[in-house]
């Protein structure tokens, strides 16, 4: 009986990296497992280049001991708009707490990008800082008390200036009365002859701060006068506006307003709290700022009734981790919750997000508080370029915050939230609102991309995305659930806390850097997880290992769209050539070019006991990563294992008598010893039966499934080397039988490979 046969065209093997599907039923176009291949557009899979340093690289001196880099603080940032051009962008690298700066425009950025440094000198040496630009200034957070400036100057010595800031806020929470009837009665007075020195700070703090005219008209301490008429104390429900009124007088005499005692009495009883934020304190020494305001306001209205308060310290240990722009502001979070001798009012900042005023001046940046007094009776309003804060519920540690369109994106390891304007306008001070719209948190700052108007992050489960559906709402997606699940499992969670991802805006895939083992050692492992967005589906690169295991991919960021370069050009008096004698006149001009923006990376070096960085990209033509450090390399071997295909009758023994093989002819000449150039290779093999190891016996031996049909024959380097045709096909005999097979594909060292697809003939066992 004759067998039935089937063939099946491959020409469009795009999936990408699917580990979440049944041996029964994989989908095509996908693999299986694979390394080091390139998803293309047009159905193609290329070998990637080798991982090499940039041309006319130079090694960065870090200053730093080889074993202390291993633990010290490192990110990247791209530093957009500096001092503000149009034009200049910078890329910020931080080792430990130095941040040198390097022109984005130039080719080899080590080589003639660098430009200078800041030392942070005051902020830790083992986190990675988070930064913000605004202004044409750098913002720098840590984790430390204060937040770093970081301005530039062209042209001088020393063009990068560090000025360090404090965040401000108005005092919204006041101290803890020692008489705990003034915190379980807000309208309590006290029994008029003990005045308690907190709840003396927290009516100064709610209005009572500012001296008052009596009834003779001399400036005097509102609250001895409302004690005197009444008996008692103030309450923490009362201000000091409800007893002014102005004094009747005589004809011709100058009105003038004045403390009425007896008008306080009519108030007693309102249980609506007063407002507070009268002195504004340093958001974390907030009991150290509060005894120093206190002070500051007794020296500046000495005839107020002062007794001197020391506070509580009432101290947060631990700053803003997190800083971002958005709206015209810097915010701040990912604060601490730990409280240092506070007291019920301390704050736990954990969930705070602070927001400064709408920078104008350098001064705002750290301006997080409503400008107009809350106290006051005429400047009480906020406004809409005022700074604050929001608490966002339910949040136990910010990571991250990014910007989207008019939203800002907040995720938090428990969850990720929305701050927006309230209405259908922008965020300001009065027009804000909190949303939370998922519960699958995030794992680290670092591994957060922003590609567009959408946001991806890793979880300690999966990776997901958040993005606005066909409704405007925004929506968070798990999108490895049913792709590379069981890959991602597989990664060990410190390797996904240090992850760091960025998005390639000219090709369009998001790449995220993860590490294995302990750096600059034999069990070091670098990975690179891969989503192309038009496609979407994932790749993954595995970098090597340098021989020595001297070198480390530390982090990876995008390059910018053009390169600076100098041009000779002659000089023209009008149309009229400029002349000197009979020499042309010549003059050196810089100018910008276009460029392909791609994904750069940052790269370790480890030499004796010293540590040094530069970047590096996928640039080497012979496939080897690290060629440039020490001539010799290692090759970038790329392999690519398809699913199992059973033709649709898991049941039936197959075999394949024939694989048509389609690649890309790269060969385009010879050498000196009329070796073809740029060659390509690629060996595969069928794997029967579901057989993941050799031991099952069914994996068929290697064999080259590139080959020309016939040789070309040439007689010296000049001589064309032409087949005539633009794709290598090659006819090759599967061994084995099975009632699934898979094909594995791996390259050859130093060659190329670019996979156009195949073509399999399937005869099956007939059915009895």
Same mark, same amino acid.
């Given at each position: ?152 100057? *062209? ?20 101290? *803890? *009365? ?17 005045l308690n020195l907190p709840h003396v700070y927290n009516l100064r703090n709610q209005s009572w701060g500012i001296p008052r005219k009596d009834k003779l ?157 809350? +106290? ?106 049913? +792709? ?99 020499? *042309? ?110 031991n099952s016996n069914k994996w068929s031996a290697l064999v080259q499934a590139y080959r020309y049909r016939k040789a070309l024959f040439v007689e010296g ?51 009895a």
């Amino acid at each position: 009986m004759t067998k039935p046969s089937r063939r099946a065209e491959v020409n469009s093997f795009v999936k990408g990296l699917i580990t979440e599907a049944s041996p029964l039923n994989f989908p095509a176009n996908a693999s299986l497992d694979e390394i080091n291949f390139e998803l293309n557009r047009d159905g193609t899979r290329d070998r990637r280049l080798g991982m090499d340093f940039e041309t006319d690289y130079e090694k960065i001196n870090t200053d730093i001991f080889e074993l202390d880099y291993v633990n010290s603080g490192k990110n990247t940032f791209k530093w957009i708009g500096v001092a503000g051009s149009l034009v200049d962008d910078f890329l910020v690298v931080q080792t430990n707490n130095s941040l040198k700066m390097f022109d984005l425009s130039k080719e080899s950025l080590s080589g003639n990008g660098y430009i200078g440094s800041a030392i942070i000198a005051t902020f830790p040496i083992d986190v990675d800082y988070s930064f913000a630009a605004i202004d044409g200034k750098l913002v720098v957070a840590s984790g430390n008390e204060e937040i770093a400036i970081v301005t530039y100057e *062209e042209g001088e010595v020393a063009p990068f200036t560090v000025t360090y800031e404090r965040i401000k806020v108005r005092d919204l929470w006041g101290i *803890e *009365e020692t008489d705990v009837n003034y915190e379980t009665d807000i309208s309590y007075r006290g029994d008029g002859t003990v005045l308690n020195l907190p709840h003396v700070y927290n009516l100064r703090n709610q209005s009572w701060g500012i001296p008052r005219k009596d009834k003779l008209g001399v400036l005097s301490d509102a609250i001895p006068l409302f004690q005197d008429a009444i008996g008692k104390y103030p309450s923490n429900s009362e201000v000091v506006w409800t007893g002014l009124q102005f004094q009747p007088v005589l004809s011709g005499a100058d009105p003038y307003e004045r403390v009425f005692p007896e008008l306080y009495q009519d108030s007693l009883g309102v249980s609506v709290g007063a407002a507070k934020g009268y002195f504004i304190i340093d958001l974390l020494r907030r009991g150290q700022f509060r005894t120093s305001e206190y002070a500051n306001n007794a020296v500046k209205y000495p005839t107020l009734f002062y007794p001197s308060i020391t506070t509580v310290t009432d101290y947060s240990p631990n700053g803003a981790t997190i800083v971002t722009e958005f709206a015209g502001r810097v915010f701040y979070a990912g604060f601490g919750g730990e409280v240092i001798d506070g007291d019920a009012r301390s704050p736990n900042l954990s969930n705070y997000v602070f927001f400064s005023q709408i920078v104008k001046s350098f001064k705002d940046i750290v301006k997080c508080y409503q400008e107009g007094d809350p +106290t006051s009776r005429e400047t009480n309003d906020v406004v809409e370029t005022d700074g604050g804060f929001v608490r966002i519920s339910g949040a136990k540690k910010i990571l991250a915050m990014y910007p989207i369109s008019s939203d800002l994106i907040v995720i938090a390891d428990n969850g990720v939230w929305t701050i927006s304007g309230g209405s259908d306008y922008g965020f300001s001070a009065t027009n804000l609102k909190v949303s939370n719209i998922s519960s699958f948190g995030g794992i680290s700052n670092k591994t957060v991309v922003n590609e567009n108007k959408r946001l991806f992050y890793w979880a300690e489960d999966s990776i997901y995305v958040v993005a606005k559906n066909q409704v405007g709402d925004w929506t968070v997606e798990n999108i490895t659930q049913s +792709t590379i699940q069981t890959l991602y499992d597989q990664i060990p969670i410190l390797s996904k806390q240090k992850a760091a991802g960025c998005y390639d805006p000219f090709d369009k895939k998001i790449k995220w850097i993860y590490k294995t083992g302990t750096m600059f050692s034999d069990s070091s492992v670098t990975y690179e997880l891969v989503l192309d967005l038009s496609l979407s589906a994932f790749s993954r690169n595995l970098i090597s290992r340098q021989l020595s295991n001297n070198l480390e991919v530390i982090g990876l960021f995008s390059g910018n769209g053009f390169r600076s370069g100098e041009v000779i050009q002659s000089v023209y008096s009008g149309t009229d050539e400029v002349l000197s004698s009979t020499d *042309e006149v010549l003059v050196t001009e810089l100018v910008r070019e276009s460029g392909t923006q791609s994904i750069k990376y940052l790269v370790a070096i480890k030499e004796g006991s010293s540590s040094y960085f530069t970047f590096a990209s996928y640039n080497n033509v012979e496939f080897k990563d690290w060629d440039r450090y020490d001539g010799n390399g290692v090759d970038a071997k790329a392999y690519l294992l398809t699913g199992a295909i059973t033709a649709g009758d898991s049941a039936v023994d197959k075999q394949v008598p024939y694989l048509i093989m389609h690649f890309k002819r790269t060969e385009d000449g010879v050498d000196e010893s009329l070796v073809p150039t740029k060659q390509s290779g690629c060996l595969i093999r069928s794997q029967w039966n579901w057989a993941n190891t050799v031991n099952s016996n069914k994996w068929s031996a290697l064999v080259q499934a590139y080959r020309y049909r016939k040789a070309l024959f040439v007689e010296g380097p000049d001589d064309p080397y032409d087949s005539g045709f633009e794709i290598i096909t090659s006819k090759n005999k599967l061994r084995g039988r099975g009632k699934a097979f898979s094909i594995y594909m791996e390259t050859e060292p130093l060659k190329d490979c670019r996979v156009v697809g195949w073509n399999i003939s399937i005869n099956g066992n007939a059915v009895a």
